[in-house]
């Protein structure tokens, strides 16, 4: 990737999650995202798919869950990037979207349920994160 950047305002560098090839091209294959997930369970974008398919078959508890797996299993692979916690996580680097997807459905899941602490906990975790991935969400 060459020489990492940062921000102007000296911020930590924007975080970009490894590709996982087979799972993306399985999904974009129209592979069922329960075989995806069952598969590749640390691939947030099967997650983040299932909790979509969920909440909008109008189950958000399962959708609740889906995306907070996909969003936990996104965090996991974003400390292991080098994410210390805050920063960019740019909506442009594909492989980045399931995680942001997953943020995005948890705090909808969130605010479907009630839980309107965590559903503006996570709108401000996405908007901090990509203002281009929650207007691209929302």
Not at 9 to 16: A, E, I, Q, S
Not at 63 to 80: E, F, P
Request: hydrophobic share 35%; charged share 25%.
């Amino acid at each position: 990737m060459g020489l990492m950047t940062q921000n102007l305002l000296g911020g930590p560098p924007p975080t970009r999650l490894p590709d996982n090839a087979e799972a993306r091209e399985a999904l974009e294959n129209d592979v069922d995202p329960v075989e995806v997930a069952a598969r590749f369970p640390d691939y947030p974008d099967a997650w983040a798919r299932l909790a979509d398919r969920a909440f909008e078959g109008g189950n958000v508890i399962e959708s609740y869950a889906y995306a907070r797996t996909g969003y936990h299993r996104g965090l996991d692979q974003l400390r292991r990037a080098g994410w210390k916690g805050h920063g960019p996580i740019p909506w442009e680097h594909e492989p980045n979207r399931g995680f942001l997807t997953a943020l995005h459905a948890l705090g909808r899941a969130a605010g479907a349920i009630g839980e309107e602490q965590e559903a503006e906990r996570c709108k401000t975790f996405l908007r901090d994160s990509s203002a281009t991935a929650a207007e691209a969400l929302s």
